[in-house]
């Protein structure tokens, strides 16, 4: 009976291990576009942020909505991707214990070295805080701290993951994804699946819309961003192994690029009259909801297609900079902030500030990323396989310490 019941975590036979080069491809531009997207978030003015520049603009919100809809869809995509080719190479025990030291040993760095300068920063604009970055840290340190009283959110008081929030959802759908697998897996869905590819290109993505909808319409918008995450990490996770899926989009690339463009422009046009309207009437706010959430899905479908028509080929320098995309991200929000922090009473002009911004980033970010390339020990900080060989006994030693250690903020996730 238990060896039956085991057969319902095993991948079907049809599916190939192997990643679409493509989608590294993807994974890569994707995590670039974050640099571009949160130094935009410094200058929105009707959009939250932990910390502004002084030249805020309601007009820079209308060229961050070619982003916003779908940029966080794609890397869940992607993600969901890279599972389901990592997991069929391993047991499922083994895949949840690398998984969860790979994933949550970058989250408690991150949480407690790299965002800390976040909300130092934040502190600083909001609340006049008037402590060097030294003594705000030994503060920082104590959970009990009243300095932080209005600062509360997080893994631990006042310690939370901003930016990272990814990887906190990302380990939480990895344990998900797990339990979902005799579903996922199955005959019936897998059969299903292939026949809605099969049919005509509309209803290909009517099938993958109408969740997304369903959701929007019985979700609070507030935290929406986390079952929309999980949506897509299935989506990539089921489709990665239709081959005839990324075909159908290679074929109708050009069709959905000009969607995609008309679909920009509704949307702009959609916040300005009606999200930023006051006097907007609940069916006119509803009905743009569907319309932001169907310019995910197409903007996703649209990047998707793009990397299967033009991204094919792989390149010598792609598996090294793939490497080094899980730093590249832990790194950059913080360094966007401390930048912007640094140039704040410069009085540069918009344009230099946030020129100077995106360039600095690009290069501190490759700086750190080249310097790690060099301490194989610090690699598994910062999310980097390593590939120095260590003694079998050391391996286990080490990776058995470190997920004792990560327990508690496992747990504190969690419950």
Not at 234 to 239: E, V
Not at 278 to 298: F, N, V
Request: hydrophobic share 55%.
């Amino acid at each position: 009976m238990l060896k039956n019941i085991s057969t319902l975590w095993q991948p079907p036979l049809t599916h190939s291990s192997s990643r679409l080069v493509e989608l590294d491809w993807l994974r890569v531009l994707a995590f670039g576009l974050l640099v571009f997207y949160h130094t935009g978030m410094l200058y929105t003015q009707n959009w939250g942020f932990h910390f502004k520049s002084t030249y805020l603009s309601s007009e820079i919100e209308n060229a961050m909505l070619l982003l916003s809809p779908w940029r966080m869809g794609l890397i869940w995509f992607i993600s969901g991707a890279a599972l389901s080719c990592l997991i069929q190479k391993s047991v499922i025990p083994s895949f949840l214990f690398s998984r969860t030291i790979k994933i949550l040993l970058p989250l408690f760095i991150g949480v407690w070295l790299i965002v800390p300068i976040q909300l130092y920063a934040q502190m600083h604009q909001e609340i006049g805080l008037d402590l060097n970055y030294f003594q705000f840290y030994l503060a920082f340190t104590d959970l009990s701290n009243p300095l932080f009283s209005q600062y509360q959110s997080g893994i631990w008081p006042h310690v939370d993951v901003n930016h990272l929030w990814y990887l906190r959802s990302l380990w939480e759908f990895t344990l998900l994804l797990v339990l979902l697998l005799p579903i996922l897996w199955s005959n019936w869905l897998q059969v299903a699946l292939g026949s809605l590819i099969k049919r005509a290109f509309i209803w290909v993505f009517l099938g993958l819309l109408v969740p997304l909808c369903v959701l929007k319409l019985s979700w609070p918008s507030d935290t929406f961003r986390y079952p929309m995450g999980l949506v897509f990490l299935i989506y990539g996770f089921l489709l990665t192994h239709h081959r005839a899926f990324f075909e159908k989009l290679s074929q109708n690339w050009h069709r959905l690029l000009g969607s995609f463009i008309v679909g920009y422009l509704l949307v702009v046009w959609g916040y300005q009259m009606i999200w930023l309207n006051d006097q907007s009437l609940q069916w006119q706010i509803t009905a743009m909801d569907m319309l932001y959430t169907a310019q995910r899905l197409l903007g996703v479908m649209t990047m998707l297609a793009l990397a299967a028509r033009f991204l094919k080929r792989p390149h010598r320098l792609l598996p090294r900079v793939n490497r080094l995309v899980f730093p590249f991200y832990i790194f950059h929000q913080s360094i966007i902030i401390a930048l912007a922090f640094w140039f704040h009473d410069m009085n540069l002009g918009a344009v230099a500030e946030a020129c100077l911004i995106v360039l600095g980033t690009f290069t501190l970010c490759a700086l750190l990323c080249v310097v790690l390339s060099y301490l194989p020990f610090m690699q598994p900080l910062f999310g980097i396989r390593v590939n120095k060989e260590y003694p079998r006994h050391l391996k286990i030693a080490g990776n058995t310490l470190m997920f004792i250690l990560l327990v508690p903020m496992a747990l504190n996730i969690l419950f």
